[in-house]
């Protein structure tokens, strides 16, 4: 059975231009241009709903009832705080309507929706670790957040003990039950065009 660190491994080219991407640089910096993080968050605001969705459904397929506890108190937590954040920076922004989705939005909808409804637990859980690992390894990567919390909470949403555990959580469960290739390569591909679609 191939493991994460392995999978990571095969995938390290598009990981890591996803992870050294622009957008990382200029989110550290707080520098991001108000009309690309604007684009962003409103593509990201679609991303997460599809996201809640799918962890809703790796609760209910999880094959053990810890790993669906652990799974079913990051949702509270992303339903929560992350939405929460949502909710300020697209009005900070100005976003006052649902975004069209872009391509790699559309993608990420159907690989997450795809996965959903195959109700397979190792699927879910694989498109998840590529959704958080790789996010806590940018958000790991840039320095000090920036003094204005539109920057900072996004980033510290990211990053720091609990996350790091969460990420830890997935990589585990991943490596119990078995990754599915094909839907680690195919989220890894869809993030990094993720932020090359935030230049528009
Ligand atoms: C596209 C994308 N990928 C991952 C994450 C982190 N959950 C996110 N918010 N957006």
């Known amino acids: 059975m191939i493991t994460s660190a392995e999978l990571r491994h095969r995938h390290a080219e598009v990981w890591d231009a996803a992870v050294g991407h622009r957008f990382v640089d200029e989110l550290g910096a707080g520098t991001v241009d108000d009309a690309v993080l604007a684009r962003y968050l409103a593509q990201d605001a679609l ?5 809640v969705a799918l962890l809703g459904a790796a609760v209910a397929a999880a ?7 652990v799974v079913a108190r990051q949702l509270g937590l992303v339903a929560g705080d992350e939405d929460d954040y ?12 649902p975004a069209e989705p872009l391509a790699p939005t559309s993608g990420f909808l159907a690989l997450m929706d795809g996965s959903r409804r195959s109700a397979d637990y190792a699927t ?3 498109v998840l670790l590529v959704a958080e690992w790789l996010y806590l390894d940018w958000a790991q990567r840039v320095g ?4 204005d919390w539109l920057y900072a909470e996004w980033i510290a949403l990211h990053r720091g003990p609990a996350f790091a555990a969460w990420v ?4 585990a469960e991943v490596d119990r039950v078995g990754a599915d290739e094909q839907a680690f390569a195919r989220a890894v591909e869809l993030e990094l065009a993720f ?4 230049y528009g």
């Open 195 to 198: 932020f090359d679609a935030a």
């Open 63 to 69: 094959d053990r009832p810890g790993p669906r506890m």
């Open 124 to 126: 879910a859980m694989t």
């Open 86 to 97: 949502f909710a300020r920076a697209l009005a900070r922004l100005g976003v006052d309507a």
């Open 168 to 171: 830890a959580f997935l990589r």
């Open 47 to 51: 991303f997460l709903d599809a996201f």
């Open 144 to 147: 000090d957040e920036p003094a």
